[in-house]
């Protein structure tokens, strides 16, 4: 079937019916997932009431800076997916291509900024569920042994492993979801390109944008509840 035909001809009944389905299943999906992360945001709030002084501490260690260029990142990110959309709906499939190219090359760069992040705690001892050292001033962003005390109040070493294993967890996790978000934009890179969706069936391009506005969504949280987190 050539593009011009395929860009013109009407939806099938097929299609048209498939709509609404499709869609309900994806938030379905998406509601599964958040329910995931409600877990662990539960549980980090619930610990952060008992550990409230070494949560504080701990949080010091993190790269403000790095956390705050993901996040910018991934909210360009997100514009860039929701023109890949408009251009489709539009009929204008080079652009979309172009827009669904640049998520990818933006996923990639919160990657390689998360990447040097991982590595500049592992270069201080810093894994989850053991600590070795952590920052211990935090306008010279000294690294030190966990000290006893912190503002007056006394440190238990517990609650520093543990921040940093939900650190560790949740960012994981979230960074396994952008892999995953890439490979699906890349899929519908490839069926866009072989001419599968126009301005009369995009649905999978929705349904793909959509996830990744899951993940973007899901690191706006992230962000303030380590990077900031007082």
Known sequence: MSQSHAMDRHPSHEELGGYEGAKLAMWLFLATELLLFGVLFAGFALFH????T???LAHMSLDKVMGGVNTL????S???AVLALDGIQR???TRSLWMLASTIVLASGFLVVKYFEYTGKFAHGIFPGEVAQIVINHDTHEYGPIPTTFEGNPVDPKGIVLFFSFYFVMTAIHGLHVVIGMSII???M???ARGRYSHWYYTPVENGTLY????DLIWIYLFPLFYLVQ
Do not use: D, N, P
């Not at 009431?49 to 409230?52: D, E, L, S």
């Not at 990142?73 to 360009?76: A, F, G, K, S, V």
């Open 49 to 52: 009431g008992k550990y409230g």
């Open 54 to 56: 070494e949560f504080k």
């Open 73 to 76: 990142i991934l909210i360009t």
């Open 78 to 80: 997100s514009i860039t």
């Open 91 to 93: 009929g204008k499939r």
């Open 186 to 188: 890349a899929g519908l």
């Open 190 to 192: 490839i069926k866009m």
């Open 212 to 215: 990744w506005h899951l993940v």
